[in-house]
Nanobody, 121 residues
């Protein structure tokens, strides 16, 4: 089986920073595109940022210039550096990844359990 384990969530004051991590483990052959999504109370889940295996990135307009996504392919880990945090960033942040479990097979999509990020004074 495949598991995505997140860490780094918590509480910060407006203007502060947090760094989220998500490590994929288990029955893994290749990890392709990884990303972060978030869901605030009463709202739909939205894309925050994605990064391909080769390092190409994409960001939601609301976080562009403040958040940075990166990855370490040797550790099957994706990171999200969040700076200049705003109360509007408060949400549950979910890790997502496309993973091939064995050679000759296609990839499947996986989600982490989610980690709470709270930005308040």
């Amino acid at each position: 089986q495949v598991q995505l384990v997140e860490s780094g969530g918590g509480w910060v004051q407006p203007g502060g920073s947090l760094r989220l991590s998500c490590a994929a483990s288990g029955d893994i052959y290749t990890v392709y595109t990884m990303g972060w999504y978030r869901q605030a109370p009463g709202k739909r889940r939205e894309l925050v940022a994605t990064i391909t295996r080769g390092g190409n990135t994409n960001y939601a307009d609301s976080v562009k210039g403040r958040f940075t996504i990166s990855r370490d392919n040797t550790r099957n880990t994706v990171y999200l550096q969040m700076n200049s945090l705003k109360p509007e960033d408060t949400a549950v942040y979910y890790c997502n990844a496309n993973i091939k479990r064995a050679p000759g097979l296609g990839y499947s999509n996986y989600w982490g359990q989610g980690t709470q990020v709270t930005v308040s004074s």
